[in-house]
Structures are given as structure tokens and as C-alpha cells.
Nanobody, 115 residues
Framework: QVQLVESGGGLVQPGGSLRLSCAAS????????MGWYRQAPGKQRELVGS???????IYADSVKGRFTISRDNAKITVYLQMNSLKPEDTAVYYC?????????WGQGTQVTVSS
């Protein structure tokens, strides 16, 4: 069964940190580029960052220097380390797995940054 399961979301104060995890199953993980997207209320889903099967990364300008995406092919998991969180980072965060012929999504995890 193909699944992407996110975890690690929650409520954090501005300036705080969270680490999101996305565990994959049912896919050949190394064949997929992995990404994190987010969607805030009333806004379109946007790319936060992605990591290729070789480990190269890209980030949205809004998170550069604060967020780090990584992957562990042995654990079939991708991570998003989020530091210096701001209220505008509040959103549902989605894990994405993309290959040449498939585009998969997790169910999302809520991240709320508020004092």
C-alpha cells in the first residue's frame, strides 16, 4: 500500500523549532524526489522545499536559512527541520513524493506558530 504519513506538527511559539517527518511505504523511495508543501487558510498550496533522490535541495525564499530538508533512504523518511518559526509559517504542511510517472501526497500535518 502506497502511503506518505506526516508527523511532528503542533503549536510552537515564534522563534521556536519543529521537525516534521514523512514516512513513506509502498514505493521505491530512492526513485522519488521528496518535497514539503504548505497551505495556509485562504491561500494556495506552495512549495516549501524539495530534495532530489541524489540529495540536492531547493527552498522557497521565505524559508531559506531557517528550514532544512533531509532524507534518510534507509529509514524511507524525509524530514523538514524548521527553526526560527514565524506566525506566517502557520499552515498545513504536506509531504510530496514525485517520480517520472507518479505524484503522491500525504494527509498533511498542522503547524501553528503563535504566542
Amino acid at each position: 500500500q502506497v502511503q506518505l504519513v506526516e508527523s511532528g506538527g503542533g503549536l510552537v511559539q515564534p522563534g521556536g523549532s519543529l521537525r516534521l517527518s514523512c514516512a513513506a511505504s509502498g514505493i521505491i523511495f530512492s526513485d522519488y524526489a521528496m518535497g514539503w508543501y504548505r497551505q495556509a487558510p485562504g491561500k494556495q498550496r506552495e512549495l516549501v522545499g524539495s530534495i532530489s533522490s541524489y540529495g540536492s535541495t531547493i527552498y522557497a525564499d521565505s524559508v531559506k536559512g531557517r528550514f532544512t530538508i533531509s532524507r534518510d533512504n534507509a529509514k524511507i523518511t524525509v524530514y523538514l527541520q524548521m527553526n526560527s518559526l514565524k506566525p506566517e509559517d502557520t499552515a498545513v504542511y504536506y509531504c510530496n513524493a514525485r517520480s517520472f510517472n507518479r505524484n503522491l501526497w500525504g494527509q498533511g500535518t498542522q503547524v501553528t506558530v503563535s504566542s
